[in-house]
C-alpha cells in the first residue's frame, strides 16, 4: 500500500506561483505513475497532470504551459510547480498513484489506486 500527504498549499495572488509536494510512502515508488487533480465542491475531480514511472508528462489543456509536473525517485517524492495562477485554479488539489496505468487514460480518475487527502489551493484577484 502506498500513503501520499500533499503540501505546499495555500493563498496566492493571481499570477503567482506555488509549489505542491507529495510524498510518498511504500514500496516500489519508482514504478508508479503520478497525477494530480484538483476538485472544487460541488464538481467532479478533474485532472491536472501525470508523470508516468519513465518520466513522459501529460497536463489538463487548462494548465498546460502554466504548471510543471516532476518527481523525484530517490526521495519518493512529487512535485507540481503552478506559475500564472489565476482565480479559476483555486481548488483541491490531491496527489495520486496508479501502477499499471495505461497511459492512453492517463486523466480517467479510475485508473489511479492510491490518493492524498488534498491540499488547498487559492487564487486571489
Known amino acids: 500500500q502506498v500513503q501520499l500527504v500533499e503540501s505546499g498549499g495555500g493563498l496566492v495572488q493571481a499570477g503567482g506561483s506555488l509549489r505542491l509536494s507529495c510524498a510518498a510512502s511504500?514500496?516500489?515508488?519508482?514504478?508508479?505513475?503520478m497525477a494530480w487533480f484538483r476538485q472544487a465542491p460541488g464538481k467532479e475531480r478533474e485532472f491536472v497532470a501525470v508523470?508516468?514511472?519513465?518520466?513522459?508528462?501529460y497536463y489538463a489543456d487548462s494548465v498546460k504551459g502554466r504548471f510543471t509536473i516532476s518527481r523525484d525517485n530517490a526521495k519518493n517524492m512529487g512535485y507540481l510547480q503552478m506559475n500564472s495562477l489565476k482565480p479559476e485554479d483555486t481548488d483541491i488539489y490531491y496527489c495520486?498513484?496508479?501502477?499499471?496505468?495505461?497511459?492512453?487514460?492517463?486523466?480517467?480518475?479510475?485508473?489511479?489506486?492510491?490518493w492524498g487527502q488534498g491540499t488547498q489551493v487559492t487564487v486571489s484577484s
Open positions: 495520486a498513484v496508479g501502477r499499471g496505468l495505461d497511459m492512453r487514460y492517463y486523466y480517467r480518475r479510475s485508473g489511479y489506486d492510491y
Open positions: 508523470i508516468s514511472w519513465s518520466g513522459g508528462t
Open positions: 511504500g514500496r516500489a515508488f519508482n514504478l508508479y505513475a
